[in-house]
């Protein structure tokens, strides 16, 4: 309530033109018209159409695989069907990693086969697989602790067990035993390496994702197993005789690839060089259809973007859509994005990006400058009703705008209820059937409302060359 | 209320030693010591160890498959382990199914893969696979209702959609289409046979099941697509252009198989040859480890026997534990058991079978005499306090005592909570996590309450020769 009051305050003391160092404001106009994009936005149609039709018409889309190219294709058509200004694609050249199959099993002391997935950018085993003793840890800072002697020609697992919270947080000590777990195992000699899935989940679904390797490191295959097949592998190590697994992972790395972000627009009508932007990423990992993660995000900016594109008007800035490039192999649309815009950190007035499912957003945090505040609590007048809460400023880190966000661009954090996310997350199991239309459009009536608002803002956020380096406070 | 008064009643005018048409009735010495029995149970281990150690160690237990003597042999092993007076067993023979693998694709308009599984019993396709357009049913009766002119060299497809109860209602009719659909389809001309599969969940995991070709039907290959899989064939059939669907099935008939059940018994200690049967059933669908399905189902009736047996003295009647083979194929253990047993009838006092999973028994019905109503009310008034509530008379159906009830033997239902049973069953989501020992535990109770306070009654429970063919009235 402090910072409501504060704004009304500020709307009485300031000028409509802002300049460097004035303050930030939303006009009463511009609130009205987004209280109205909010209130279009729940029986929106368009966000859930194009998940659902990318989910149903693509499906999977592996970067670099084989659905890269036509999920491409099709972000493009729909762009323009949605009327967008202006639809544009932008080159992503990335390492190609191929999964073609895998399989796990206990070989000893009671044979049974196991529910697995590589990792991406695990290796493969030698054809025909490889054997051996599994010597198990509760947790990366466990591995960390280990010394090669126990290590050495053994398969290594972790068995950390993540537990769902509606903000996700642990997902970060699940996933650094999947990301640098295998290089530190290889470094310690392992074999191969298998962790239980970073997931909150209880079904035979093994939860795939990313695996780092740097340019020293040996590389070993790397997989992780479902949640009850880790409980099986732990019930037999804690009958305390050798456990023998045998893993047979047939991916790898293939060359280079080039994909592309591609890009839509609405054009602002008093100034189309600033813009907002706005998007998801378009791959999505292989076992599911890349639903909540991400077609959701690209479907919930592209439904705010329409909606907005539906006004008499266009905004006064222009509003960008991004579906960017390979987000899972290691952020490289934002990466790309973050090179060819570099010179244009200011002209990205605010961006969002979501990547955290479909579930409602309950909190708004921000990387703005101390002048814009009063605009982000306005926007939060029309957010509220939503259930949106005000996250704090400096904690916001932009998802796939990263890049850009690192270089100085303004960017909120509109973060999503998780607490089902890491049931389905990188698994066969993320399916348009975890999307609830509804909520999906909870989402498109925030990007619609924050987006507008800041394309119609007097003043800017505070991106800049260099912004933001010191901003962390949360 | 009434019945207990009613069985107060009678306890003071009943002899102790009962004869035909005379009233069952049980000792309030009989009533107390499985009152302890229930309480016992809450924190006994042997249930929970038994089928942890039995998906464990053996896991996934298709009728005449790899794991059909191990399994076997753990039963024997551990009914000895659990100190059981006679553990043996009797043959049962059936035909032969094998799952060599499966895959099955959307070909057109979209290209998808499908989370598939063939169904127990279904023939292979030709190798390499064989396409067909899809023809979608909302149900059996729709298929019913078709004609050969509009299914002829298509696919068939049925998309019933399953609902969760807590008595498992839907079942039927979701099952029809999966037993009875495929030799249908195959009738009216049909290549092959999908449905959409008969579970309550949302997970990427078909459930499979068996399928019923009588000799003279055609067969086809016949599969279940999981709930996703089945909402994205919808989603495209929605559209209205062609569906062509690729099967892929390796899988049939091999000839004759010889198993058994497994059997082991705590002697009577007056009666020893009168007894009590309690059970499950050993083998499973293979993609899971027969957790639920039904591990619990023998854990449970092997607990309640061994804590029985922990009494400083043998109850009156032997205790019987069985633990069926291959059920899911078509009840074939308790065929042979029937046959095996077909002049045992009246022997066999009382029985239950266990085959719903591992959540707590909610209702008792039965079919017994009359004359055993009030004995029964007796055992209601022990088990009420874990939950159970009274369900009707002449309902009961005995599962894998089937062949023994119809024959004239008297069965109680003891119905579990079935809410979440079809999430799992037949999936590779049948696995040891999904059981909560204390739920099991209560199962327990109540089966070493009935199953003790049968073996202890003064007078039967209506067990005879073609007794209870005309008992149905629920």
């Given at each position: 309530m402090?910072?409501?009051?504060?704004?009304?305050?500020?709307?009485i003391?300031?000028?409509?033109?802002?300049?460097?160092?004035?303050?930030?404001?939303?006009?009463?106009?511009?609130?009205?018209?987004?209280?109205?994009l909010?209130?279009?936005?729940?029986?929106?149609?368009?966000?859930?159409?194009?998940?659902?039709?990318?989910?149903?018409?693509?499906?999977?889309?592996?970067?670099g695989?084989?659905n890269?190219?036509?999920?491409?294709?099709?972000?493009?058509?729909?762009?323009?069907?949605?009327?967008?200004?202006?639809?544009?694609?932008?080159?992503?050249?990335?390492?190609?990693?191929?999964?073609?199959?895998?399989?796990?099993?206990?070989v000893?002391?009671?044979?049974?086969?196991l529910?697995?997935?590589?990792l991406?950018g695990?290796?493969?085993?030698?054809?025909?697989?490889?054997?051996?003793?599994?010597?198990?840890?509760?947790?990366f800072?466990?591995?960390?602790?280990?010394?090669a002697e126990?290590?050495?020609?053994?398969?290594?697992?972790?068995?950390?067990?993540?537990?769902?919270?509606?903000?996700g947080?642990?997902?970060g000590?699940a996933?650094?035993?999947?990301?640098?777990?295998?290089?530190?195992?290889?470094?310690?000699?392992?074999?191969?390496?298998?962790?239980?899935?970073?997931?909150?989940?209880?079904?035979?679904l093994a939860?795939?994702?990313?695996?780092?390797?740097?340019a020293?490191?040996?590389?070993?295959?790397?997989?992780?197993?479902?949640?009850?097949?880790?409980?099986?592998?732990?019930r037999?190590?804690?009958?305390?005789?050798p456990?023998?697994?045998?893993?047979?992972?047939d991916?790898g790395?293939?060359?280079?690839?080039?994909?592309?972000?591609?890009?839509?627009?609405?054009?602002g009508?008093?100034?189309?060089?600033?813009?907002?932007?706005?998007?998801?990423?378009?791959?999505?990992?292989?076992?599911g259809?890349?639903?909540?993660?991400?077609g959701?995000?690209?479907?919930?900016?592209?439904?705010?973007?329409?909606?907005?594109s539906?006004?008499?008007?266009?905004?006064?800035?222009?509003?960008r859509?991004?579906?960017?490039?390979n987000e899972?192999?290691?952020?490289?649309?934002?990466r790309?994005?973050?090179?060819?815009?570099?010179?244009?950190?200011?002209r990205?007035?605010?961006?969002?990006?979501?990547d955290?499912?479909?579930?409602?957003?309950?909190?708004?945090?921000?990387?703005?400058?101390?002048?814009?505040l009063g605009?982000?609590?306005?926007?939060?007048?029309?957010?509220?009703?939503?259930?949106?809460?005000?996250?704090?400023?400096?904690?916001?880190?932009?998802g796939?705008?990263g890049?850009?966000?690192?270089?100085?661009?303004?960017?909120?954090?509109?973060?999503?209820?998780?607490?089902?996310?890491?049931?389905?997350?990188?698994?066969a199991?993320d399916?348009?059937?975890?999307i609830?239309?509804?909520?999906?459009?909870?989402?498109?009536?925030v990007?619609?409302?924050?987006?507008?608002?800041?394309?119609?803002?007097?003043?800017?956020?505070?991106?800049?060359?260099?912004?933001?380096?010191?901003a962390k406070?949360e």
């Amino acid at each position: 309530m402090k910072s409501l009051l504060l704004v009304t305050g500020l709307a009485i003391c300031c000028t409509v033109s802002a300049r460097e160092g004035e303050l930030t404001r939303i006009s009463p106009e511009a609130l009205a018209g987004a209280a109205k994009l909010r209130d279009e936005a729940a029986a929106d149609p368009v966000a859930y159409a194009f998940v659902a039709d990318l989910t149903t018409q693509i499906g999977p889309r592996l970067a670099g695989g084989d659905n890269d190219q036509r999920a491409r294709d099709w972000v493009v058509a729909r762009f323009k069907a949605l009327g967008f200004d202006k639809v544009w694609t932008e080159p992503v050249t990335y390492p190609k990693w191929v999964r073609r199959g895998e399989h796990a099993s206990i070989v000893a002391p009671y044979p049974q086969s196991l529910a697995v997935l590589a990792l991406g950018g695990s290796p493969a085993t030698p054809r025909g697989g490889l054997s051996g003793q599994v010597v198990a840890f509760k947790d990366f800072p466990a591995l960390k602790a280990a010394t090669a002697e126990n290590v050495k020609g053994k398969i290594v697992y972790i068995g950390y067990r993540m537990h769902a919270a509606r903000d996700g947080h642990d997902y970060g000590p699940a996933t650094t035993g999947r990301t640098a777990g295998p290089a530190l195992a290889a470094r310690l000699g392992a074999k191969a390496f298998v962790l239980r899935s970073a997931g909150t989940d209880d079904n035979r679904l093994a939860h795939t994702g990313i695996t780092q390797f740097s340019a020293n490191d040996a590389k070993i295959p790397a997989a992780a197993l479902s949640n009850p097949d880790a409980d099986l592998l732990e019930r037999m190590l804690a009958e305390g005789k050798p456990v023998t697994l045998k893993l047979d992972l047939d991916c790898g790395i293939e060359g280079q690839y080039t994909g592309a972000n591609v890009i839509g627009q609405i054009n602002g009508s008093e100034h189309p060089d600033e813009l907002v932007a706005i998007g998801g990423h378009l791959d999505s990992w292989d076992p599911g259809t890349g639903a909540i993660d991400d077609g959701a995000g690209v479907a919930i900016a592209a439904g705010a973007a329409h909606l907005i594109s539906t006004l008499p008007q266009r905004p006064k800035r222009s509003i960008r859509v991004i579906a960017f490039a390979n987000e899972e192999a290691g952020m490289f649309g934002d990466r790309a994005y973050g090179a060819a815009h570099q010179n244009e950190v200011a002209r990205h007035v605010l961006g969002a990006e979501s990547d955290f499912g479909a579930a409602p957003i309950w909190r708004m945090s921000s990387q703005v400058k101390p002048e814009a505040l009063g605009a982000i609590d306005q926007m939060m007048q029309v957010l509220a009703p939503l259930g949106v809460e005000r996250g704090g400023n400096g904690s916001a880190e932009g998802g796939d705008f990263g890049s850009m966000s690192a270089a100085g661009m303004a960017v909120l954090g509109l973060t999503q209820d998780g607490t089902r996310y890491f049931d389905w997350h990188h698994t066969a199991n993320d399916t348009l059937d975890k999307i609830d239309a509804k909520e999906l459009n909870q989402n498109v009536a925030v990007y619609a409302v924050f987006a507008y608002l800041a394309a119609q803002a007097d003043g800017d956020f505070g991106s800049a060359p260099g912004a933001f380096s010191h901003a962390k406070e949360e």
